[in-house]
Every structure is written in structure tokens, then in C-alpha cells.
């Protein structure tokens, strides 16, 4: 039951990741190509992943994050703020 869990919960992620990258593609005004080639994977892998036919790597993710100017936070959903805080 506990697998259950996980699997459901890394689904969802998933899902919040590829809304959030969606989302920002449209705000900087990149296509997913764009994206794909600065992070180093193929469009059609992009593709697949922002559909959900894919999972996304902690790779991905972070280069992504790098590449758009956000935190892993906020592309994972753990936070709404797109820059992290800064603390003083």
C-alpha cells in the first residue's frame, strides 16, 4: 500500500512540473524546442514528458530550473514563489 502511495505522489509531481514548465515557456516566450536544447534532451523527449508519457529526471528538473530562472521549489510545487528567498 505504501508503494501505492509513492507512485501516485511522484505522478503527481510530475503533473506539477509539466503544468509549471507550460506555464513558463508561454511567460519567456520559448517554444519547448528551445527549452529541450538548452537542457541537452531531444524535443520529442520534451514533448513526451510534458505530456506525462515520460517521467522527468532531478536532472531535468534542475537544469530546467537553471534555464528558467526558478527554484527546483517552486517547479515542484513545494513553493509558488518562482525565485527562492533570499536570507539576510
Known amino acids: 500500500m505504501l508503494y501505492c502511495l509513492t507512485v501516485s505522489l511522484v505522478i503527481s509531481e510530475q503533473r506539477v512540473i509539466a503544468r509549471r514548465v507550460r506555464g513558463l515557456l508561454r511567460a519567456n516566450h520559448l517554444t519547448q524546442r528551445e527549452l529541450a ?19 522527468f529526471t532531478l536532472r531535468d528538473v534542475s537544469r530546467m530550473a537553471s534555464d528558467l530562472d526558478v527554484s ?4 515542484t510545487g513545494r513553493s509558488d514563489c518562482p525565485k527562492p528567498l533570499e536570507v539576510k
Open 37 to 55: 536544447e538548452s537542457v541537452g534532451m531531444s524535443e520529442q523527449a520534451m514533448s513526451n514528458k510534458l505530456r506525462g508519457l515520460k517521467n
Open 72 to 75: 527546483l521549489d517552486y517547479l
